[in-house]
């Protein structure tokens, strides 16, 4: 189905009020393919949009939209000799419907990704991860289909070059491919992922350390740190946190020994952009209704008029001020689209 200057408002968890040229939705694989192939004629470039909760329009968007509905949870397949189950979803699947699903069938392996906003479709592309658990540690494979010709292709899980919030579909093979379904290995018998302090804590409050437990005690802190897009626009941590040689760290520790800092790969430590953020004085700030959550440092909030390019001036003051504090250079995790 096509759709021609269409609002962008409720499509984007920010809640900016730019307008696209068009919107294609898509319900099947046979309408991506009769897209890709030549059969049905659309204006480039293409954006795929997922629901928007890692995006931040600075303009109008003169090109077409892609917005996948593909629907459909299934149990494809049991290794009961491993104790695992694969589990598939269609892309426009609500990615905390998915994850609810999987909890309430006494699957792990989903629980700790609780309440992300977003959609299935999303998830390998931009690795989602919070609470010690990154999901490319679940995805066993990707149906997509290629934005070239219309053809099916799969992407096991390494091909997929899942990184920090990173993948093949962000980086060369962006836009090129459409993710239609994701296929997920959960554990029939869970092994909770309790790592992270606040998160045991938590759990530890409600009761016993049960797959729901732990799924309600990721809500509990997401609700108490982060703002609900519904009422606040906002698109998550706004920076990714940035990664630094151990000796950058270590100096840098030295001169602030409270500073979080945690390990990464050999010869590696990432730091925390929000503790950055927080020691320059931004948390609760606001140019006029664009802001700085205050609760969390890491998340820019839209107040409600709040354009795009406003909340894209304020990161920029925000990169700069951190790169004359620490000498760190923050790098944005949300997608910028638009002209700046
Ligand atoms: N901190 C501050 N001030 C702040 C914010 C954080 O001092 O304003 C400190 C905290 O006290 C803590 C450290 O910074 O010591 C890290 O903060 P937190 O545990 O809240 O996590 P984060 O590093 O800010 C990351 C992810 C989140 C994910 C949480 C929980 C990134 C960019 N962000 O945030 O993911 O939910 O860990 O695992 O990796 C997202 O990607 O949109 C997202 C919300």
Known sequence: MIYKNIQLKKYNTFGLEYTAECMIKIKTEKE??????????????????????????????????????????????????????????????????????????????LENLSLIPGKVGATPVQNIGAYGVEVKDQIV???TISA????????????????????????????????????????????????????KEEVSKIGKETLKNVRQGVINIRRSKLP???????????????????????NLKGGYPDMPVYKDQEGYMK???????????WKGKRRGDAGIHEKQALVLVNYGKATGKEIY????????????????????????????
């Open 141 to 143: 494979k990707v149906k």
């Open 228 to 250: 609900d897009p519904e009422i606040t626009g906002n698109a998550g941590s706004f920076f990714k946190n940035p990664v630094v040689t151990s000796s950058v760290a270590v």
């Open 148 to 199: 070239n010709d219309g053809s099916i292709r799969i992407f096991n899980n390494s091909e997929c070059e899942f990184g920090y919030r990173n993948s093949i579909f962000k980086k060369r093979e962006k836009d090129k491919y459409l993710v239609t379904r994701v296929y997920y290995r959960l554990t029939v018998k869970p092994s909770l992922n309790l790592g992270y302090e606040s998160l």
């Open 313 to 340: 001036n304020l990161s920029e003051e925000i990169k700069k001020s951190v790169h004359e504090k620490f000498g760190v250079d923050l790098e944005r995790e949300v997608e910028v689209v638009g002209v700046i």
């Open 271 to 281: 730091l925390a952009s929000g503790w950055l953020i927080d020691q320059c004085g």
């Open 32 to 109: 991506a393919t009769a897209l890709f192939n030549g059969t049905v004629a659309w204006k480039k470039p293409l954006l795929i949009l997922g629901c928007g909760s890692n995006i931040l329009f600075t303009s109008d968007f003169q090109g077409t939209i892609l917005y996948p509905e593909l629907k459909g949870i299934k149990i494809e397949e049991q290794e009961p000799d491993k104790g695992n189950v694969i589990v598939s979803a269609g892309a426009g699947v609500n990615w905390d419907d998915f994850v609810a699903w999987s909890v309430n069938k006494g699957f792990g392996g």
